[in-house]
């Protein structure tokens, strides 16, 4: 299940409302763990006994760690986790590239990757790790534990959210109507982020793509892909700490708009936030950061990025994306770093190399991708043609509309003004905006199923 | 306050329209999608499988809530098309873009391999009628159909009749790709001028349905209203007898498709592989052999007066392979008469 479909919105919601409020105190949790592995049932059927078993395991490891040895449960705990990780998400992978490069004709293996597995996955092992390190104790209640990794808000597509940061909520939260309309408020954005932009944006890419292209063409289209997956993700994570809010969870913040950087350090601070963390904080800084010497640090950064390109996905065009930021952030670490200081050259350049690198990420075949990055630096083709001035016409309003939230400008603004005489037209103006939004996205959500049968006929 | 507000009237549409939406009974057709609905009993056969299409097809006003996205789109973002259909002016024209140059040029090796393979002792001519999208203007994405009639021009080894420059946007229905019957009726004359059926002033009754709305409606999603659709007949078209290879005896008309979602079918019964029009009243031993695509339905019932016999074969539902046991060629005027639109997708046609 999905947060921008239907039934999420207008059957799993109100239901989760009505009951989860009316429960007593001490059984909300216990709602939420119910509603929680729900959600995760209508997506994933019997894949809910995988996540279970997940949940149980790790709970054990916790309890074991304290209580028996510390390293070696820790080294069983990391060991499965990341097992199941490798068997559901790279089997194949590897299969396939050993196929390629030594010729065997191994056969793949038949398993759909799980919904979420990477996300809960690293749940896990940030508290595994977190107990290991006395930074936190076991949890003791097996079914608060389940709660904290299959809480619905985060468990498919995250942020990924640490044991640490949620435990005491876990216990003890409070709700008030500031809390959830606040959470309204981010989820209502974050759903016509998803809705109302990124999947425009997805059409565009796929219309000009089927075009004749030009170089114009090629730079739409990595437009589109680059804010399709901005507006994707950052509205997926909206609407993931906005219902957080509504059941009493702060989840910490996971996008600062990122396409606003100066450089590309500056983008990895601002983009993804809780995944780049989790790598700095359990790959990066216990291998010695940067601590260690040049080629020390060389070497961490490598690991990591070749990690991060791995973790998005299990094909090569993510080994390239995440090494492609690896070259990018040793460049700048140790040539660019005094050039980047936020002048109009700094975001150029950024904005740049992040275009190109969804690119990279959005095209998964890679002689396609050659071709399309030849196009995009206009090797062998037109600058323009009549079909990209076309689609830059009809997509015209979108990409400003697009640039305008990509900056915390207006935002900043509105804030201001909220604190003058305005602030009770600014109120009304944005509980008539939240409605115009939701009305907007589900009219949209509802003409995204709209599926005629004609059949071939001319 | 706000935030009361706000989570009220929140909370509030979420139960309101969840509700609504068990409550209120069940439609099981969407006329115009032109297909079902999911009904509960689907959501009771697999409660998790069907749950989310059984609430977006039953969502309360869904037509409405289409239409009123598709204006949004429209006028929010200037998104021109829907479902790659324009709506220009209350015509809504079907993107038939871009140019491929290998469907086309496979039509016209198809119809070349027809030509010298089965057609060496027959009159054979071929005819382009344009698709509406040949009236678009600036600003619109629009095949190069310049460069589409040059090749064909260039590479066809038949004779051709022009009858592209005889029609304006109004010769076609608003919501349906095809032209009107009548519009027909003024390249009846450039017809004959190859054919020589012997065309003259004959009088027909015109029949009007009101209520028309094409197959385009269904995928623009939005509102628009509906048209007449006319049909001529007369003593000639009435007597005729007409036979599906597929579904044996049918009239010219057949007026039981109007209440169809595709009331363009009342033209001939809608898609048929092999039709044969005899009428025994023609006072002649003419034959005319139409190749063809649906185009032609509503084209072909105002040419029986003059004929003795018609067979149109339309070959995106039976391949040129078996046609030879169904027709015979020999000494007959054969025509091929396409829209540019199946020329643009040619491998539709089943040759070779």
Known sequence: MVFSSISFLFFFLPLLFLVYFLAPKRFKNYVLLFFSLLFYFFGEKWYVILLITSCVINYLCGIFMERFNKKAFLVIGLFINLGLLFYYKYTNFFIGTFNDIFGFGIHTLSVVLPLGISFFTFQNISYLIDVYRGDVRAQRNLFLYSTYITLFPQLVAGPIVRYKDVNEELDKRDSSYSLFSSGVVRFVTGLGKKVLIADLFYSMGTSIMKSNMSFLSYLLVAISFTFQIYYDFSGYSDMAIGLGRMFGFNFKENFNYPLIASSVTDFWRRWHISLSSFFRDYVYIPLGGNRKGIFKTIRNIFLVWLLTGLWHGASWNFVFWGLYFFVLLIIEKFFLKKYLKGGIFSYFYTFVVILVSFVIFSITDLSQLFVFLKGLFCIGVTLVNYESLYYLDIYFVLIVVSLVGISPYFKEKLENLKKGKLNKVINVCEVLWVILVFVLSVTSLISSTFNPFIYFRF | ?352
Do not use: W
């Open chain 2, 1 to 352: 306050m706000k935030d009361k507000v706000i989570t009220f009237l929140f909370v509030g549409i979420l139960f309101i329209v969840g509700i609504c939406l068990f409550v209120k009974g069940d439609k099981e057709l969407s006329f115009y999608e032109r297909r079902k609905l999911v009904t509960i009993d689907k959501v009771k056969s697999d409660f998790f499988g069907n749950l989310d299409d059984y609430m977006s097809d039953q969502f309360p006003f869904r037509d409405e809530v289409i239409s009123f996205n598709s204006v949004t789109q429209r006028y929010l973002f200037r998104i021109k098309d829907k479902n790659d259909v324009y709506v220009v002016e209350d015509y809504l024209i079907e993107k038939n873009y871009p140019y491929n140059e290998k469907e086309v040029m496979s039509f016209i090796d198809k119809i070349n391999y027809i030509n010298s393979n089965y057609l060496r002792d027959s009159n054979v001519f071929y005819s382009v009628i344009p698709d509406k999208s040949y009236f678009l203007k600036d600003g619109y994405l629009k095949l190069d159909f310049d460069r589409l009639m040059a090749q064909l021009s260039k590479d066809v080894n038949i004779q051709y009749i022009d009858i592209f420059d005889s029609f304006v946007m109004e010769d076609y229905f608003k919501t349906d790709i095809h032209l009107k019957q009548d519009s027909y009726f003024k390249v009846m004359s450039v017809f004959d001028r190859y054919l020589n059926f012997g065309y003259r002033n004959l009088t027909y009754n015109k029949n009007v349905y009101e209520n028309f709305y094409g197959a385009s409606v269904g995928k623009v999603g939005s509102y628009v209203d509906s048209e007449d659709i006319m049909y001529f007949s007369n003593s000639f078209i009435d007597n005729a007898i007409v036979k599906h290879l597929e579904f044996g005896k049918r009239d010219v008309y057949d007026k039981d498709k109007l209440n169809d979602v595709d009331s363009y079918n009342l033209f001939l019964s809608g898609p048929s592989s092999l039709i044969e029009i005899v009428n025994e009243n023609s006072g002649n031993n003419k034959e005319l052999i139409i190749f063809r695509d649906s185009f032609a339905s509503s084209f072909v019932p105002l040419l029986i007066p003059y004929y003795n016999k018609i067979t149109m074969i339309d070959l995106r539902y039976i391949k040129m392979d078996l046609v030879p046991n169904y027709v015979d060629f020999k000494n007959k005027d054969v025509l091929f008469l396409y829209s540019s639109l199946i020329l643009n997708s040619s491998s539709l046609l089943k040759v070779n």
